[in-house]
């Protein structure tokens, strides 16, 4: 049956309103709607789709889950070259840089430079006819790449369509595909549980998603994109300014990386190179460079290139985050929960400006996966935060005779037996509570900052604790005949007046929220947001002691499962903790601030059931305080996001969730946006 004119309309208007919502979320990070609604629009236009053929179309945004899977990977001749840069090092190498175009110019005042940041992923060039994606390509050597159309449709931050009416027919765009810093470590970390290969970097995370023959592959996976540059442009015009042009492909609906600016002179790119480089950790991608580009396209004309790099631009390198060293040995490390994890210990290597001379293999599984033998030589990693990592094994240099590490049989610090049940990737002590790395680490928990909070009582000071017998248990902390000024004073590095800051910080921690006490005595997967749930639903420690003998009630509160269930369950069980917890509260030790429990208001339906994760800093209230709101209307708040996450309240610097949330589809309400979802 023919599909009558309405239908056709219907699926347009469906089509056009999809679009717009996509580039209000993944490209300007500022959606309009809630995402029950915007899944409403989406299962509309895809029924329409399944029930009339002729409505489907390569470009509909519902391609983005991933259509149909090629059985090869074409190749693209790219109408313009596909570039790539020189690099700099070093300061005299961006001067030397500047004097070449000033010279090549002829000119003396201060070039104008656009300028950004260089990301870590894969370089690709999309072509749009007539304002429609129509094929998208890798650089490959940089005159023929591979067709990779099928994925790049599945980014949510590539157009299908471009905005407006005033681009050119035929439009080449270039840009990076990378995954977002978050989304990279959670997908490792969701393989690494699944006993499944992870990737080494984000960078290779991206090129693998997009070497796939199957876009729902690609659909899977937090991809993004920021576009830097135009490759053919015919049928219109662009500005003749580099950083013009970046704007005007934002107007057509491209995602242009936010730090993207304009500077002049090698000066103003040194500032420019030191500026991201101080806030190269907390951005939400990763980056091994800026690039520096002669902002003016007449005289990027001028210039021309050579060889295959132009001679306007050129990128200007942080030092590395992945060097090659050699494996000396494999220990083994013992955590709070008494998992037992191999680091490799390395020849000292400069990483990133640190020296490097562990790095984790995560678990046994890793161990074995990666086939690390001692005498290897490895490519380790260090970026931001993380523990420096083994990333994979330089198999050509490996010598005769590399020996496999063996998991010890038994605990290296206190001799119990190590197990790994059938099946699982992590080793665990059997030592619990008696081996001293376990109660070094449950102390060093305990007293952190999102726990107990005890300023000044830092990791050393703790394993001295512990070696000199002072403290065995976080009761001992609050036992004035074992941790007091003078036991204090005793230890090495410490002076009176520390001992008795110390004592200051120690007295000042005596009355923790419920909350922070339940994530302070550190039972298994209890992070802050399951605590805070647990706190808010039982009120006391009393009454979640009571439940949790029974795994179905504790199964009520908001984030916990059957495996924190048991957790829980098993905590309480064991007669050394609740000895431990006796003595901290027995003897008011602490006094815990416990609440009754709050009859949830189950009047607020657009709240009421939905998950809410908090991020960032909020101006008219404190994120506790959000969260508060949040709960007395009924919904929940975990501490990551996910696609089980509603909605993603953020303020100011959220940091990387609110890429996360663009990137699964989870709406994100600024605090505008959230009153107004609390007043409604
Ligand atoms: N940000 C950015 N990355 N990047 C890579 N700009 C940029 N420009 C490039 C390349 C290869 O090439 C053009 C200068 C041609």
């Not at 992870?198 to 290779?204: H, L, M, S």
């Amino acid at each position: 049956m023919a599909v009558s004119e309405s239908t056709r309309k219907l699926a347009a208007r469906l089509r056009d309103q999809i679009s717009h919502h996509d580039h209000r979320y993944y490209v300007l990070d500022d959606p309009e709607i809630p995402d029950a609604e915007y899944d409403r629009l989406f299962a509309a236009l895809l029924q329409l789709e399944a029930e009339h053929e002729e409505l489907r179309s390569p470009n509909s945004p519902t391609q983005r889950v991933g259509g149909k899977a090629q059985s090869e990977f074409a190749s693209v001749t790219h109408g313009i070259a596909m570039l790539s840069l020189d690099n700099a090092f070093a300061e005299e190498q961006v001067e030397s840089f500047n004097q070449r175009v000033l010279d090549r110019l002829e000119e003396t005042g201060p070039i104008s430079y656009a300028v950004e940041p260089k990301l870590d992923g894969t370089a690709v060039s999309i072509r749009y006819e007539s304002g429609k994606l129509a094929v998208a390509a890798t650089r490959g050597d940089g005159r023929t790449g591979e067709d990779v159309t099928h994925n790049i449709r599945t980014i949510g931050a590539v157009p299908m369509s471009l905005s407006g009416s005033d681009y050119p027919q035929v439009l080449e765009v270039r840009g990076e595909v990378f995954m977002p810093v978050k989304g990279f470590e959670e997908f490792n970390a969701h393989a690494r549980e699944r006993g499944k290969k992870t990737f080494a970097n984000p960078r290779n995370a991206a090129a693998g998603s997009l070497r796939q023959l199957d876009p729902k592959v690609a659909a899977s996976r937090p991809l993004s994109i920021f576009i830097y540059g135009v490759g053919v442009v015919e049928g219109g015009s662009l500005p003749q300014q580099h950083s013009e042009t970046l704007a005007a492909l934002a107007g057509f609906g491209f995602r242009v990386c936010p730090e993207n600016s304009v500077v002049e002179g090698a000066e103003g790119c040194l500032g420019y190179y030191r500026a991201i480089g101080e806030r190269r950790k907390e951005l939400a991608y990763e980056i091994d460079g800026v690039v520096y580009k002669v902002d003016d396209y007449g005289k990027q004309k001028k210039l021309g290139f050579v060889s295959r790099a132009p001679r306007w631009a050129i990128a200007h390198k942080y030092p590395a985050q992945e060097e090659m060293t050699k494996v000396l040995d494999v220990d083994w490390q013992v955590g709070r929960t008494g998992a037992v994890t191999p680091v490799a210990r390395l020849e000292p290597v400069l990483v990133g400006g640190v020296t490097v001379s562990n790095a984790t293999l995560h678990n046994m599984d890793e161990l074995e996966r990666k086939d690390v033998r001692i005498g290897d030589a490895v490519v380790i990693r260090r970026a931001g935060d993380v523990i420096p990592e083994v990333v994979s094994v330089v198999a050509k240099r490996r010598k005769k005779g590399a020996r496999r590490a063996k998991l010890p049989a038994r605990c290296p610090v206190c001799k119990s037996d190590v197990s790994r049940p059938e099946g699982e990737a992590v080793a665990r002590c059997s030592g619990g509570l008696y081996c001293s790395a376990q109660r070094k680490e449950a102390l060093k928990h305990f007293v952190s900052r999102r726990a107990l909070d005890i300023e000044g009582l830092g990791s050393k000071l703790i394993d001295q604790l512990v070696d000199s017998k002072i403290i065995k248990t976080p009761a001992d902390l609050f036992d004035p005949a074992k941790v007091n000024t003078e036991s204090l004073a005793a230890l090495d590095r410490m002076a009176e007046k520390s001992a008795e800051n110390l004592m200051v910080a120690i007295e000042a921690s005596r009355k923790p929220t419920l909350a922070r006490f339940l994530y302070a005595i550190g039972i298994r997967e209890v992070g802050e947001a399951t605590a805070e749930n647990l706190a808010e639903y039982f009120g006391t420690l009393g009454s979640l002691r009571t439940a949790s003998a029974d795994p179905e009630a504790l199964q009520e509160v908001p984030d916990v499962g059957p495996v924190v269930a048991e957790h829980i369950q098993t905590f309480f069980a064991q007669p050394h903790n609740i000895e431990v917890i006796e003595k901290l509260v027995g003897a008011n030790a602490l006094v815990i601030a416990e609440s009754t429990p709050r009859e949830v208001e189950r009047t607020h339906a657009a709240i009421t059931g939905k998950t809410f994760v908090v991020t960032g800093t909020l101006s008219g209230m404190s994120r506790d305080e959000a969260k508060g709101e949040i709960r007395k209307r009924g919904g929940k708040v975990t501490g990551s996001v996910s696609k089980k996450t509603d909605f993603l309240v953020f303020g100011d610097k959220p940091g990387s969730k609110l890429e996360k949330a663009q990137n699964l589809g989870v709406t994100a309400l600024d605090e505008q946006g959230f009153l107004k979802l609390l007043g409604s």
